[in-house]
Structure formats: C-alpha cells, structure tokens
C-alpha cells in the first residue's frame, strides 16, 4: 500500500510487478536539516496590529475622523483635483461639510478630502505607471471602528473604475512595499449611498494600503478565453455597480474595458461552448453601453451601440427595443416600427413594446381635433376596383370622401339606428312631447295593473 514518506511527500505508486516507478527508482533520500517555519502573522494578529497604529493616531476617537481631516503629518492628494471634484465648492465659495465633522471651522475647500499618511517606507522601485496592473493589501474601517475593508490581495489597475477613488488615486503615489494609511471623505469612497449592508450613507473611511507588487497589465488578447470571459463579467459587473450608482460616465468606461477584454484576435481559439459565451457577454456588454451614452445624452453613441449589438444577434429582443425607440426619436418612423413590432413578436407580452408601438402609431396618424372636416386617418385615395375604403361601410359601398364625408357618414349611421330601433319594436316620434309621453305610458301600466287585479279576483 502506498503510504508517507516520513518528510511528508507521498510516495510513490508501485508499478506493474512491484516495480517502482519515477526517476529515483524506489530510492529515497532523507534531508537531515532542521524544520523550520515561518511565522506569519495570524488574521486576528493583523487585525490588532492594524487598530494598534490606529490608536496612534487617535482614531477612532471621540469626533471620528474629523481631527484627522484637520491634523498635520498628512499629505493632501487633491489640491489640484478641487476644481473638478463635485463634493467641493469653487474657489470663494463656501467649504462643503467634512463627513465626520462635529464641531469647529471646516477645512480648506482645496484639500483635506483625501489625505495620505506613511506607515512605513518602500523600497526605491519605480511607483505604478499608467496602465500598470498592482497588487495590495487592504484594510478599511469607519469612525466607529468596524471594519469594512480586508482583503490579503486585491488587484486592479488604476484607472480601470474597478476600486474606490481613494485606491484608485493613493496607489498610484505608493512605492512597491510601502505602507500608508489614506483617509478618505465619502466622495473618495462609497458616496452619497454607502454600501449596503455594511457602509452607511456619506460615510468617511480610513484605509491602510501596502504595495505588495507592481506589473505590466496583461494583454486580454493572450489569455485563454475562460480568462478573458471572467475578466469581461467583473468588468461588466463593476460598471453596473457605477450605473446603479447614477456614475454613468465610470459605467461605460467600464463596459467599454469589459468589451476590450471580450473583443479581438486571441492565442488560442475558443470552443463552440466558449464562443457563445463570447458572443454573449458582448451582446451584453453593448446594450449596457447603449444604456449609459442614453443616460449621458448620446443618442448616436448609443445607436451605434444597439447596432453594433445587432450585428451580432438580430434577434435581441433589448437592442431592438432600444434602436426602435431611438429612431423614433430621430423621426424615422418608417424603420422604428420595423424594429418595435420584430422587438414584440419576439416577447408578446412585453407591456414596454406595446406602449411604445401605440406612441408610435398616434403619432404618425393625424389627430381629428387638428381638422374637424377631415377624416381621422387623413384623406384616402380613391379605391382601385373591387375594394372598399378604409372607413366605408363593406354592407353598403358607401365611402366617405370629400369635404362633407364626415356629416353624410354621420346621417347615415343615424337612419340606421332608427331603422334598427323600430325593426325592435320601438315606438317612432309621435309628436308629443317628453312630459306627455310619459304621462301615456303611465295611464297604459296602470290600466294593465288594473285588468291583472280583476284577473286575481275572478279567478278567487
């Protein structure tokens, strides 16, 4: 029976007669130097090393953050970012609030929304270039100490829109190594709406980064296609995370990155399977970018990218929907109901579609409150032989045609109803009047009421 070899490595399996196998031929050598191990750092230690440098600080404290935002020692990162920042004011004008402040003036309206602190130097490697893929450790909390951010190795490039804008814009002045802390306003971090469950609303955070690698950022070109089709689902998820979020700007840079790593030639080709897959997430892709050029006031970016979406399948229900409707904004009528009655076949049930083709069709028939003497649907052209026209009555041949249409179709419908009510029994206009009429028919039931009476009473 195989068993363990006493270093720990499993031996290895006998062959056919007992005869072993491998290149050391049933021979074994034994490493007479001493176990050793590498003490690392448990999770739980990290975590306490981490709120001891915290406490340092004095974070969290009584104020939260705010002494932090207002404290020397720290390296502001968006001095020159203040003009374009949409948390801060202009120049002159009034500072906005720092999430976390409690009391006392506010800080300048040109820094102090993302500030920077080393922990620890790096070595004298280069600092991330754009375009370079890093990776780091992570830890975040809020004012209140809970943690919110950990992870061991996360790994992004700057400027991909794929972490907060604190990562995005601290890593890059890092060098490989170093360790910082980056003290971030909520415009640097999740924003106006947080991050359910775990980060509230306008919440402040305080991150410790440490660079731990710096690298080329692979070309999506050369990696297998299970690769690349996860690459493009993170990208494609990440822009829907901006989307959701009203960042509609970072949604399509996004979805553009995600279309990148899905698009152009590849190393080795994909199977059927993978290629559909492919096919997919493109399609996917497009529509999502139609979606955020609409949201950015793009029309003809945004048709470009349902055709671009149709191109690859004509049948998808979503671009088809959407290129109706963009092309009925652009007055072409004609195409856009092609499109939205294809869009409905394909889902029948589809309330959207069925509201969008009834616009549709309002819209291109003349309303009859614009002219009293026409016909609804317009004037019709005379009827080939053999037909009816659209509004004739198919019983009677008759058809609606010139200025008096309107009026004569009216009179006839009129004698046909009569005609129809005295065919039922009903009497015609005999002249009296309303009061009169009734006051007949009132005389006529009572005398009935009296014969049935005297009927009842013979019969007793």
């Not at 070595?123 to 992570?138: A, C, I, L, T």
């Not at 080709?269 to 290629?275: A, D, L, R, S, V």
């Not at 856009?336 to 409905?344: F, G, H, Q, S």
Request: hydrophobic share 35%.
């Amino acid at each position: 029976m195989p068993g363990t070899s006493p270093g720990g490595s499993p031996e290895r399996e006998a062959g056919t007669g007992g005869r072993p196998r491998g290149p050391g031929r049933g021979r074994r050598v034994q490493f007479l130097l001493p176990h050793t191990a590498i003490a690392l750092p448990s999770v739980r230690e990290e975590e306490q090393l981490f709120y001891q440098r915290l406490e340092a600080l004095a974070a969290p404290g009584p104020g939260g953050f705010a002494p932090l935002f207002a404290a020397d020692g720290w390296s502001d990162l968006t001095g020159e970012r203040s003009q374009a920042a949409p948390e801060r004011a202009a120049p002159g004008a009034r500072a906005p609030r720092v999430p976390g402040r409690l009391s006392g003036p506010p800080p300048p309206a040109e820094d102090r929304l993302l500030r920077k602190r080393v922990v620890r130097d790096g070595q004298d490697g280069p600092r991330p270039r754009p375009g370079q893929e890093v990776s780091v450790k992570v830890l975040g909390v809020l004012e209140d100490g809970g943690l919110v951010e950990r992870d061991p190795r996360l790994t992004f490039v700057p400027g991909h829109g794929d972490v907060v804008q604190a990562l995005e814009l601290g890593v890059p002045t890092m060098q490989p190594g170093e360790v910082a802390f980056f003290l971030a306003a909520f415009s640097y971090g999740y924003g106006h709406p947080g991050r359910e469950p775990d980060v509230p609303p306008e919440a402040p955070l305080l991150f410790e980064v440490t660079l731990l690698e710096v690298r080329d950022d692979p070309d999506p070109h050369q990696l297998p296609p299970a690769a690349r089709l996860r690459l493009g689902a993170q990208r494609r998820e990440r822009g829907n995370f901006h989307f959701a979020r009203g960042d509609f700007a970072a949604a399509l840079r996004s979805y553009r990155l995600a279309l990148r790593a899905l698009d152009g030639p590849v190393v080795a080709p994909p199977g059927p399977q993978e290629e559909e897959e492919l096919q997919e997430q493109r399609v996917k892709c497009l529509n999502n970018c139609a979606a955020a050029e609409l949201k950015l006031q793009r029309a003809d970016e945004a048709l470009a990218a349902c055709e671009a979406a149709l191109r690859i399948c004509p049948d998808n229900g979503r671009a088809l929907l959407r290129r109706g409707q963009l092309l009925a904004q652009q007055g072409r009528d004609a195409e856009a109901a092609l499109d939205l009655r294809r869009a409905l076949e394909l889902d029948p049930a589809s309330k959207v579609i069925h509201a969008e083709l009834s616009r549709l069709v309002k819209r291109r028939s003349p309303l009859s409150s614009a002219s009293p003497q026409e016909p609804r649907h317009g004037p019709m052209p005379p009827p080939s032989p053999g037909c009816v026209g659209a509004r004739a009555d198919r019983t009677t041949g008759d058809e609606p045609s010139g200025e008096g249409g309107n009026q004569r179709e009216l009179a006839r419908q009129k004698n046909l109803k009569k005609q129809s009510d005295s065919g039922k029994g009903k009497r015609r206009d005999d002249g009296l009047s309303a009061a009169a009429r009734k006051q007949r028919d009132s005389e006529i039931m009572q005398q009935k009421q009296k014969k049935a009476n005297e009927k009842k009473e013979g019969a007793k």
